[in-house]
């Protein structure tokens, strides 16, 4: 029967149970809370020892905690008993609600497990309910909400009354381990919570620092770089540009945000801008500077995102490339070029006539009135006339715009035959005095009289000298779409398109009188004179066969005229 002091002993407990349970939620970590737990039930259940066994991740339970003895508690603590074993204790003895109950007549199968034990000395029982050292008490912890995932398990052993918990002793360790779960429970969020402010924190710090890496580095490198826009209404826009790119074109980075890099690109280069690739696109090109230059600059655009489903941006890098190309144009002009007078050399003039050639020869003539109604003249505008008795002002012939480009060397075959879209070269009839109004690409043949006796007179500096002054006659005498060329030696070459027969032997008096003044080489005055012969670029020709068409005329032409007329000195 229930004594009379009974009832102030559970009040009492009652009052100890509340305030270790209080303590519960004053831990401040972890580990902290699971060495609150082992105390408490030293503390405040009337235990002399107790051991909190958690759960580890791989699911083996570990002595995390020990109260009531310290030889114990350094013997036992951190030690890991397996998953199997626990689950198999918790199979055994006596079911105490939740608690499980095995005592000494079951329990001695145990001895050998993996389980980490401590043993305490004792007399066997003299009577029924006493406590036998080698009973076992443990309380499971689970996690609240109905999936009763365990936590761990708390056991106790050698209650200070020497006697098996009674109904209300199981209801108090019962209630305790339940609010010890809760306990756990809530360590372990701030644990994680905190784990998770301080990786934030690192990560906003790298974020920082990788900011402002790229700031400092966007900002201070050496070459020009810009973030641009994508997609949108301001796909392009410049948003921001550093102090290298803003040098380069001569702009306040202000001015930079109103532009996109179409905006500044040279308008032949807009082409290879717009074919550049988003991503890992490169391009080499011409990009404006205030004061109306370009510059050559090469473009690398890589694509970044701001966060990442975050609007995407393009990285630009700008590198000036000015002085490579420089050194590449000069090496190519080089390469095409005369080094003594800077006319194009014998390659770039075969490149050049071979360019209007083709294998398939005209077939049919067009006649007058079957010609285009707008032509299409590669070298200029001839409508309004080409050389002239003043060199531009009127036309080659006496017939109007219209009888001059009647026979424009596109074929037609027939039908069934598919357009030819290549302008054939054709040549105008020269056997007779009537001019049929077709015009060609006229290829005059220069060779220059006297000159073998200046050179040998006065020295090859007066001859290189001479050979300059006449290609800046011959270059001063054509249009701007007409090509001069030295061949070498005292020969040169006139290529000019869209001429009639008269027209062509209209220009080649006119160069000649061009060259014939005299020209001062350190205060000597020196002459010249030129021979010319008249050739035709046709289909079907090769450059080769067209070059030795007008040198020989070239030959006839200069033996046909009296030799005082060519002697010079």
Not at 202 to 208: D, F, K, Y
Not at 317 to 336: C, G, N, Q
């Amino acid at each position: 029967m229930e004594t009379e002091s009974e009832p102030y002993v559970r009040l009492a407990t009652l009052r100890q149970l509340h305030q270790v349970v209080a303590n519960l939620n004053t831990a401040r970590s972890l580990a902290d809370t699971l060495q609150t737990v082992a105390d408490g039930i030293v503390a405040g259940l009337g235990y002399e020892l107790a051991c909190v066994n958690l759960v580890r991740p791989d699911g083996d339970l570990v002595v995390a905690a020990f109260a009531g003895n310290t030889a114990a508690e350094a013997l036992i603590t951190g030690r890991v008993g397996s998953r199997t074993s626990w689950e198999r204790r918790l199979g055994m003895g006596e079911a105490w609600g939740e608690l499980r109950f095995i005592p000494h007549t079951e329990g001695w199968v145990l001895l050998e497990d993996d389980v980490p034990q401590w043993y305490t000395e004792g007399p066997e029982p003299r009577f029924a309910g006493e406590w036998h050292p080698q009973d076992r008490l443990y309380a499971p912890m689970y996690a609240s909400g109905g999936g009763r995932e365990l936590l761990g398990v708390i056991s106790v052993d050698k209650p200070r009354n020497g006697r098996r918990p009674g109904a209300w002793g199981q209801e108090a360790l019962q209630m305790y381990a339940s609010q010890s779960a809760i306990a756990i429970s809530n360590a372990r969020l701030r644990a994680n919570m905190q784990r998770a402010l301080v990786r934030l924190e690192r990560e906003q710090q790298a974020l920082r620092a990788s900011e402002e890496s790229f700031r400092q580095a966007f900002e201070y490198a050496p070459s020009g770089m810009a973030i641009a826009e994508m997609g949108g209404d301001q796909q392009g826009r410049l948003l921001r540009a550093n102090d290298a790119l803003c040098r380069l074109l001569g702009r306040p980075a202000s001015a930079m945000r109103r532009y996109s890099f179409a905006d500044l690109v040279h308008p032949e280069d807009i082409g290879t801008l717009l074919r550049t690739s988003a991503e890992g696109g490169r391009a080499e090109l011409r990009l404006g500077r205030r004061d109306g230059t370009y510059v050559w600059v090469s473009l690398r655009n890589s694509v970044v995102a701001d966060t990442a489903d975050g609007p995407r941006f393009l990285l630009t890098h700008v590198e000036d490339i000015e002085e490579r190309k420089r050194h590449e144009l000069h090496l190519a002009h080089r390469a095409s070029h005369d080094a003594l007078t800077g006319l194009p050399n014998n390659a770039e003039l075969r490149a050049r006539l071979s360019a209007r050639l083709c294998e398939r020869p005209q077939g049919v003539r067009q006649e007058a009135g079957r010609a285009l109604d707008v032509p299409d003249y590669p070298y200029g505008d001839y409508a309004d006339g080409g050389y002239g008795e003043n060199g531009y002002a009127g036309g080659y012939g006496e017939g109007d715009a219209e009888s001059t480009f009647r026979t424009d060397g596109f074929d037609f075959d027939g039908p069934g035959v598919p357009y030819d879209h290549h302008v054939h070269a054709v040549a105008p009839a020269t056997d007779g005095e009537t001019d049929d109004g077709t015009k060609g690409l006229a290829v005059l043949f220069c060779d220059l009289d006297g000159f073998k006796s200046i050179n040998d007179r006065f020295g090859h500096n007066t001859g290189d000298a001479v050979l300059i002054e006449v290609a800046r006659r011959l270059t001063t005498g054509v249009r701007d779409g007409d090509t001069v060329a030295r061949l070498g030696g005292d020969e040169f070459v006139v290529l000019a398109d869209g001429l009639g027969a008269a027209d062509a032997a209209d220009l080649a008096v006119r160069l000649r009188n061009a060259i014939i003044p005299p020209i001062r080489v350190d205060g000597r005055a020196v002459r010249v004179g030129a021979s010319f012969g008249i050739g035709w670029a046709v289909c079907g020709m090769s450059v080769e066969e067209v070059l030795q068409s007008a040198d020989q005329r070239m030959y006839i032409e200069k033996r046909s005229r009296a030799k005082v007329h060519r002697r010079a000195g």
